[in-house]
């Protein structure tokens, strides 16, 4: 496996995240209680869309998403900067519990990527948490490091239309 980077020259048009987490649920057949039974697993999932793209755009796109050879390659990202959290970098203390944290706040809802976790995307959300959970200790986040994705699937396709403009989406998740 390699690890690819994303091209610079080719921006998405819209990235939408979402937040996964591995449970379990069972509903009694007898009394209808509902147990939930959480497995510990947790990950973002993104649907990125491109704008309209010329040729040149699009070779180097389409050789870029070739070249990942569907799900056996990864690639790293740069977070867009209106996602970014608002300082450089930091060191936070994450608590037994894996969401919660000691060492900054102030930055709900913005996203970073855990350097000491192999670049993975982590997300604000709340005052000291984070989804999805990392192991207690000390870590890393940056806001300039590439975060870490692997395509959902082998398939990736293209369309294009008489206006010679070229288009895709694809669906990705964090490479842990």
Do not use: C
């Amino acid at each position: 496996m390699a690890t690819l980077t994303h091209p610079t020259s080719v921006s998405p048009r819209s990235i939408s995240f979402t937040a996964k987490t591995q449970a379990t649920s069972f509903i009694s057949p007898f009394g209808g209680q509902q147990q939930v039974v959480k497995n510990g697993g947790q990950w973002f999932e993104a649907s990125i869309t491109y704008p309209p793209l010329f040729q040149e755009q699009a070779d180097t796109l389409i050789g870029f998403l070739n070249g990942l050879n569907g799900m056996v390659n990864d690639f790293t990202m740069t977070i867009p900067t209106h996602l970014r959290m608002n300082s450089g970098s930091m060191t936070i203390t994450v608590n037994a519990d894996g969401n919660s944290f000691t060492g900054h706040s102030g930055q709900i809802g913005r996203f970073a990527v855990a350097t000491s976790q192999g670049n993975r995307l982590v997300q604000f959300t709340g005052t000291g948490s984070l989804f999805p959970a990392l192991p207690a200790g000390n870590h890393t986040l940056s806001n300039s490091a590439g975060a870490k994705f692997r395509l959902t699937s082998n398939d990736v396709s293209f369309e294009t239309s008489e206006t010679r403009l070229w288009g895709t989406s694809i669906t990705v998740r964090d490479s842990i």
